[in-house]
């Protein structure tokens, strides 16, 4: 299964109404460091546990959210635990990088 993709009509629902942990990736085609970062995270939400999620937001079909959180530059990765805003992240990760980070708030 891939990452669920979310976008300003979808945010509240699956985001801001989600029980436990929800990383979200602010990305877009076009960029180059984003598409380093998707294999990443994928190969991460198979071991996630059932409480953390992991979905994707494009910038490019979707401003608002990102306009709020002031999201600058791509990727940036978000992370909500019970709907509240914990931390954001800007840059790319590899995937020790990225668990050391998830580790914090699981």
Known sequence: M???????????DQVLNAKGVVVVDFWAPWCG??????????K???????????????VDESQSVAQQLGVRG???????????????QAGMM???QFAAFLKKFV
């Open 44 to 58: 991460a939400a198979e071991t996630l546990p059932e409480n953390v999620k992991i979905v994707k937001y494009n």
């Open 74 to 88: 791509i990727p940036t990765l978000a992370v909500y635990k019970d709907g509240q805003l914990l931390a954001q």
């Open 94 to 96: 590899n995937s020790a």
């Open 33 to 42: 460091p984003c598409g380093m970062l998707g294999p990443v995270l994928e």
């Open 2 to 12: 891939g990452l669920q993709s979310v976008d300003d009509a979808s945010y509240v």
